[in-house]
């Protein structure tokens, strides 16, 4: 039994996530890498079109609601799947959004963007993409709505957003009749990976593939954020090593061969749908490691979503 099911509602309101999410088979995809393949999807987490910041916003939303916040305020790049999600989160729970985005406004509004304003959410453009300028107006933002608002933090990843992966490891659990001897995930901000790391045995092992490659080393911010979350959680620390690859590219959300070559073939092998920003350089990641012989035997593929982003006007000659 998973001791702490994942509190999909805030206390009043419809899902913010769905779940258990699917947990299934990749046979095809298994054959073209040689390592079975199983994917976790997290895509499916239900949320206007789904991804990882659900389980996280569950946790967050109940949070500032506790705190008799009315608005959620949060920061992105333009494509932010966190920002769509948190808008959603906030239509759910019956608060005000505020979204402040990387860049300046565009003339058409596509993908992650579309469904910002087709959820009601205010968006604010920081006209300039670096995260300084970002975060400045983000906390002028919160800052004028004063105790009202609930600023989110990037990527929702705190201890308290985390805390919904240490309860997603349980519940990948206890889908498989063992534990997996790998699991590959997306590397943001990294809070998925370190709730994963807290939540998991110590003998699966999580190789994350860093798609933006953070200021701070995503090593030491994933190993101190995953001691934090086991003891929000009542765990012992994680002691295993925190893998990380990378696979950025030039830059965060540019496009590299790899990951389109991957992004073609959990398409064309599975029918499954990734994206260019993080899971299509996860699968790119998993390909190499698969390749190199680095990961083996059982493998769980953490879908953690992102799909809107495919449609995005930045994206359109992927
Ligand atoms: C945010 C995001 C991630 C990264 O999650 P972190 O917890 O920030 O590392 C991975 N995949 C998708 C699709 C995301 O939107």
Known sequence: MNENPVPYRAPGHAPIAFGPTPLHEAERLSEALGVRVLVKRDDQTGLALGGNKARKLALLVEDAIRRGCDTLVAAGGAQSNFARMTAAAAAVAGLHCELVLGGNEPSRWSGNLLLDRLLGARVHFAGSENWLDILRRTNDVAADLGSRAYAMPIGGSTPVGALAYLHAAGELLEQMSGPPDWIVVADGTGGTHAGLLAGLPAGVRVLGVDVSRPPLPLVQTIAALAAETAALGGRPAPGGEVLVVDHCGPHYGSITGEAREAVRLAA????????????????????AAAREGRVRGTVVFWHTGGAPGLFADEYADF
């Not at 899971?279 to 390909?287: Q, S």
């Open 268 to 287: 064309r092998t599975e029918g499954l749908i990734l994206d260019p920003v993080y899971t299509g350089k996860a699968m790119a990641g998993l390909v």
